[in-house]
C-alpha cells in the first residue's frame, strides 16, 4: 500500500544545515512535494520535485529524489530558527484520485 | 487575498453535541479537501470534493459529512462528536497546472471533545 515515512525530529544548530529525510512507496507519483508548517498555523508549500529530476536549488532549499530509492530529500542551508517547523513530504495523487499522501511530518528545531 | 478562510479557529464540544466546520477559498479552486491532524499520524483525508457539486470520502470519512455549498465553500459537519474526534482540521483547495496541483491550507480549527 502507499505510505510515506519521515523522522519525527530532528535538531541542529542555528547556521548549520538540516536534512530531512523522506521515503515513499508509490513510483508513479508525479511530483514529490515539501510543506512546511508553523506553530498555530496551516502547512505552505515550501517547494516541490518533478519525478523525472534529481535535484532542484531553490535559494537556500535543495531537494534531492532518488527514484531507484524512493528517497526524498530537503536540505537547508544556513538554517535559521525561523526554520523551527513541521516539515511534510507528499506525493501527488495516484491517477484518478485526489489523494495525496503526506508522510507523519518531521519537527525541526533550530538551536540559537 | 485572504486565501483559505476556516471558522472557528478553537471548539470545545461534549460528546453528541454537533457542529459545522466551515471553509472558504477566494481562489476560484475546483478541488476542495478537509483533513485531520494526529499527532505522530501526519495528514490524514476526512472527505473531498474535486469540483462543485461533487463530495468524495476520503480515508477517515466516518462521523463526518460535508457539503460542497458552491465553488467556494466546503463545510464538514459532525452529527454526534466523540472524543476519538479531537483533532486539528484543516481544509485546504487546489489548483490545477498540468500534472502539478499544488493544496492551499487554511489556518485549521482545534476541535476538543470531551
Known amino acids: 500500500g502507499e505510505d510515506v515515512e519521515q523522522s519525527l525530529f530532528l535538531s541542529v544548530r542555528e547556521g548549520d544545515s538540516s536534512v530531512i529525510n523522506c521515503t515513499y512507496t508509490?513510483?508513479?507519483?508525479?511530483?514529490l512535494y515539501w510543506y512546511k508548517q508553523e506553530p498555530g498555523a496551516g502547512l505552505q508549500l515550501l517547494t516541490y520535485i518533478f519525478s523525472n529530476m534529481d535535484m532542484k536549488q531553490d535559494q537556500r532549499l535543495t531537494v534531492l529524489l532518488n527514484k531507484k530509492d524512493k528517497h526524498l530529500s530537503l536540505r537547508i542551508a544556513d538554517t535559521q530558527t525561523g526554520d523551527s517547523a513541521i516539515y511534510f513530504c507528499?506525493?501527488?495523487?495516484?491517477?484518478?484520485?485526489?489523494?495525496?499522501?503526506f508522510g507523519t511530518g518531521t519537527r525541526l528545531k533550530v538551536l540559537a | 487575498n485572504a486565501g483559505v478562510t476556516q471558522t472557528p479557529k478553537f471548539q470545545v464540544l461534549k460528546t453528541g453535541q454537533s457542529m459545522t466546520l466551515q471553509c472558504a477559498q477566494d481562489m476560484n479552486h475546483n478541488s476542495m479537501y478537509w483533513y485531520r491532524q494526529d499527532p505522530g499520524m501526519g495528514l490524514r483525508l476526512i472527505y473531498y470534493s474535486a469540483s462543485e457539486g461533487t463530495t468524495d470520502k476520503g480515508e477517515v470519512p466516518n462521523g463526518y459529512n460535508v457539503s460542497r455549498l458552491n465553488k467556494r465553500e466546503f463545510s464538514l459537519r459532525l452529527e454526534s462528536a466523540a472524543p476519538s474526534q479531537t483533532s486539528v482540521y484543516f481544509c485546504?483547495?487546489?489548483?490545477?497546472?498540468?500534472?502539478?496541483?499544488?493544496?492551499?491550507f487554511g489556518s485549521g480549527t482545534q476541535l476538543s471533545v470531551l
Open positions: 508509490d513510483s508513479s507519483s508525479t511530483y
Open positions: 485546504a483547495s487546489s489548483e490545477f497546472r498540468g500534472l502539478s496541483e499544488k493544496l492551499f
Open positions: 507528499a506525493e501527488s495523487p495516484p491517477s484518478g484520485t485526489y489523494k495525496y499522501i
